[in-house]
């Protein structure tokens, strides 16, 4: 049987039956034209060295209807900069690379600390703060979407179905939290929420009783999904997280400024 049961406090949005991605891609292109998109990718130079991000760089040149993808580059040297230009340059959209530990983007991040700005730890969160700074500043998209770098079993109608949501002009939702089944060799992954956020947002609803916050965040079936998708007017709502817990702040951020008919997961 179908997944259709619509649990918690926000839409969800099942995959109740096969659609192509050729399909789903021809509607997003149409939709670009009205809603550009793009594409941030927050990665660690390690990850260019991994199973996952040579297959998810060979779906995404496939991707006709994004703008941009603008990746976020840590903890790389020069020489490592200069080979992550080579690694990306199969993409065929327009791109750039941030290059976290670079002159340039060091130079801003020291005038924005002069001025109380600057994010005050190192990690995925700063790397985000100032990947959606520049597609802010870029002004190519209205619709953005975020996923990770390490996701093994890549296919790129994960990202046509997490922009979906918030590219579609018919639709009234500004951001969009991605989910997706944890299994991969024969092992089920995950044990972060399924043994820790889930159980604990539990306890607290049973020691404290009913709480909006509360139910909201367990109406995710994966709180901690580094996958999510937003209009890009969000920016400037929200406190992006910039030092640790970027995906549950996120979460809290959006919940702080939206209506919950606002917000949607997609499968």
């Excluded at 002069?114 to 994010?119: E, F, N, T």
């Excluded at 790397?127 to 700074?133: A, D, E, I, P, T």
């Excluded at 956020?197 to 965040?217: C, F, H």
Aim: charged share 25%; aromatic share 12%.
């Amino acid at each position: 049987m179908g997944d259709f049961y619509q649990n918690g406090t926000i839409t969800n949005f099942h995959n109740l039956r096969v659609r192509s991605v050729e399909d789903m891609e021809q509607e997003l292109q149409a939709f670009s034209r009205q809603r550009p998109m793009s594409l941030v990718l927050p990665s660690l130079f390690s990850e260019l060295q991994g199973p996952a991000l040579k297959n998810i760089v060979q779906e995404l040149s496939q991707v006709p209807y994004l703008s941009e993808i603008v990746i976020g580059l840590d903890r790389a040297s020069e020489k490592e900069y200069t080979y992550s230009r080579d690694f990306f340059a199969q993409l065929n959209q327009h791109h750039r690379i941030l290059w976290q530990d670079g002159p340039r983007l060091r130079d801003i991040d020291r005038l924005l600390e002069s001025k109380g700005l600057a994010p005050k730890e190192a990690g995925k969160g700063r790397n985000v703060w100032y990947c959606y700074g520049y597609v802010l500043a870029s002004a190519k998209s209205e619709a953005v979407a975020l996923h990770d770098c390490d996701i093994v079993t890549y296919q790129r109608d994960l990202l046509a179905r997490l922009l979906y949501p918030v590219a579609n002009p018919a639709f009234s939702y500004d951001f969009c939290k991605g989910y997706y089944a944890r299994v991969a060799d024969n092992k089920l992954n995950g044990r972060v929420s399924r043994l820790l956020v889930t159980p604990l947002l539990r306890a607290l609803k049973k020691i404290l009783g009913p709480m909006e916050y509360l139910e909201y965040l367990d109406s995710f079936r994966y709180p901690l999904a580094g996958e999510f998708s937003m209009r890009t007017s969000v920016f400037n709502d929200i406190r992006i997280p910039s030092d640790w817990g970027l995906e549950i702040g996120v979460l809290s951020e959006v919940k702080r400024n939206y209506s919950n008919k606002r917000l949607c997961q997609v499968d």
